[in-house]
């Protein structure tokens, strides 16, 4: 196939010269795309975690192979690494980003007998009280959350587990048994991935960069699973009934979810380092910011700063900047507004998609301003950020779900879209600020908060316009309190803005509008023969996938979904109505009658 013509619909000078076959010519300041493998961030950008186990490697080469994968992912954690390679064919690698216990939180962590090793990426919110609730006494070599990890392992074997509050993926490997072991939250809201390398190995890695020059097939690591080298098999450790099939049924109570959610969002603001808030104006990201700021004011935790950061991006005049400005002006927080141009979000595609491990077009729209303003957070010091991703899938936010038919397609969707979550919003919120240094932080995905919000009757998260009810009702009667308000009116009952589209209405259509310029009619015709695995429906996806196979060749596409989609719906959902069958975008704007700026207006 030929390669694409190189016209920028928007300013040729500023645009990287971008060649969508399977290489490209080497450019200043860039790789080329067939030299991806050796490509690093000029700018040293969470933890990633790179384990090899049972390789078949001498001791040095195989320590000179897991800090090559390692160094790919440098970017997660800029603060310092470590690496530990065992006589027995093992060698676990951890890129540390410090945000608990700076001075002392090295890893791989070690036990106190020298038999266990850890690696983790992630946050354990409880480690104080699992501290507590150890029945035998240990000895902790640092102050970091995540060595608790160790002897809960010890007394409890794999299934400690289901103690942990938080958001992780680690590998740990027991000395005195020869065994290794790897996990992954209940949501996947930090990546891994997992992969069979040529010599016989099997290794695990924070991201598809580390796995992709060494092994020849590799897969995303499903959340809330385990693998465990004693029967080389995944097991399931998370399993909620709101998940088995069965529509819950529990009665409705909004102080109950207001409590649970404020404990969701305090949790998250542990951190011995600077951190903010990131906010569009919509509901979600406003009340996490309005949380945490009452919680700061009214000294409910300790606090490393004396005010509360807060960031919004966007094309200039779009409506999540004007929005964003109205709440940080009412929340009293110290507001950062980024703005950006079409071109620039253009010109930072190939990076988004680099970084993203993924071609999903959904995703490389919302990542990219996201990417965009996570460079300028960087720039002035701050490492962790709280995000409001997990609502809409919680609470049946999308702008579809307005056509969605009885509370059992309600509630199933809501599931099927959670199971589904590791793929697209979790990979976004972690990799699209983890390539800047920076760790994101989701109160709607806590465990203890999904376990009430998703036993919920789902009649009452139904969308009932007649009657006052629009999206996330229950959200926002919930923080609905006159005499103490936690946002103004207008923006508590705003309608859903996705991302992608709140940025400015003009990013998404700036995109087709280059990406029709950019791929042809012939390509396009036989795109089904260059990608017989989720084939690209438009030129937009057949822009994203061209880019992503340069990266990442075969087979790993296998690691990104695909599907129709209107309005961010997974495919069954698509049967809701048959005008999503002709309008599949997954722009909240394809929900024609539902969105105040739809397309067709």
Not at 407 to 432: G, I, P, Q, S, W
Request: aromatic residues 10%.
């Amino acid at each position: 196939y030929a390669p694409i013509p190189m016209r920028s619909i928007l300013s040729r000078a500023l645009r990287p010269r971008l060649h969508l076959g399977r290489t490209a010519p080497t450019r200043p300041g860039f790789p080329s795309l067939a030299a991806t493998r050796a490509y690093r961030p000029s700018v040293p950008p969470q933890c990633g975690i790179l384990a090899i186990f049972d390789s078949s490697l001498p001791r040095d080469q195989l320590r000179k192979q897991a800090l090559e994968c390692s160094k790919t992912l440098r970017h997660r954690g800029p603060d310092w690494n470590g690496i530990v390679v065992e006589e027995h064919s093992h060698a676990i690698a951890h890129e540390r980003l410090a945000i608990v216990d700076p001075e002392s939180g090295e890893q791989p962590l070690i036990s106190q007998d020298g038999n266990v090793v850890l690696s983790v990426n992630g946050e354990i919110y409880n480690y104080k009280q699992l501290k507590e609730e150890l029945k035998t006494p240990y000895e902790f070599k640092t102050n970091s959350d995540c060595e608790v990890i160790i002897p809960l392992y010890l007394e409890h074997g794999p299934d400690f587990v289901q103690k942990l509050r938080g958001m992780f993926s680690f590998v740990l490997y027991d000395r005195s048994q020869g065994r290794y072991l790897a996990f992954r939250d209940h949501m996947g809201i930090t990546p891994m991935y997992m992969g069979w390398g040529k010599d016989g190995s099997v290794m695990f890695s924070s991201e598809l960069k580390g796995l992709i020059d060494h092994c020849q097939e590799f897969k995303q690591f499903p959340p809330g699973h385990y693998y465990d080298s004693t029967d080389s098999q995944l097991h399931k450790w998370y399993n909620p009934e709101w998940a088995d099939g069965r529509v819950p049924a529990e009665k409705l109570d909004l102080v109950a979810v207001r409590d649970a959610f404020e404990t969701a969002v305090e949790r998250r603001m542990m951190a011995d380092v600077p951190w903010g808030v990131l906010l569009s104006g919509g509901l979600d990201s406003s009340l996490v910011a309005s949380i945490a700021k009452r919680k700061q004011e009214r000294k409910q935790v300790d606090s490393v700063m004396n005010e509360l950061h807060s960031f919004s991006i966007g094309l200039e005049g779009s409506p999540d900047l004007a929005a964003a400005q109205k709440v940080a002006d009412f929340l009293g927080t110290r507001h950062h507004n980024y703005t950006f141009t079409v071109q620039e979000g253009i010109d930072a595609i190939e990076e988004v998609i680099y970084h993203l491990e993924t071609y999903d077009v959904t995703t490389v729209r919302a990542s990219t301003p996201m990417f965009l303003m996570s460079r300028k957070i960087k720039s002035i010091g701050i490492k962790m950020v709280l995000s409001g991703e997990g609502a809409d899938e919680v609470f049946g936010g999308y702008l579809y779900f307005h056509k969605c038919p009885n509370r059992e397609e309600f509630h199933h969707e809501t599931v099927r879209k959670l199971e589904a979550l590791h793929m697209y919003d979790c990979l976004r919120a972690n990799k699209a600020t983890s390539a800047w240094g920076i760790e994101a932080r989701v109160p709607f995905l806590d465990r203890d908060f999904l376990e009430l919000s998703m036993n919920i009757d789902a009649k009452e998260k139904m969308i009932d316009m007649k009657n006052g009810r629009i999206e996330k009702w229950i959200m926002r009667a919930a923080f609905d309190t006159p005499d103490d308000p936690y946002l103004p009116h207008e923006v508590l009952y705003r309608q859903k803005e996705q991302f992608s589209d709140g940025v400015g209405y003009s990013w998404i259509d700036g995109l087709k509008e280059y990406a029709e310029e950019e791929v042809n009619e012939k390509q396009m015709l036989h795109a089904k023969h260059r990608f017989p695995h989720n084939t690209p429906q438009t030129k937009e996806a057949y822009l994203y996938r061209s880019i992503f196979d340069s990266y990442f060749p075969d087979p790993a596409q296998m690691t990104v979904p695909g599907g129709p989609s209107i309005a961010c719906s997974t495919p069954a959902a698509i049967e809701w109505d048959k005008a999503f069958k002709n309008n599949a975008d997954p722009s909240g704007r394809a929900v024609l009658d539902v969105h105040d700026e739809a397309y067709e207006k």
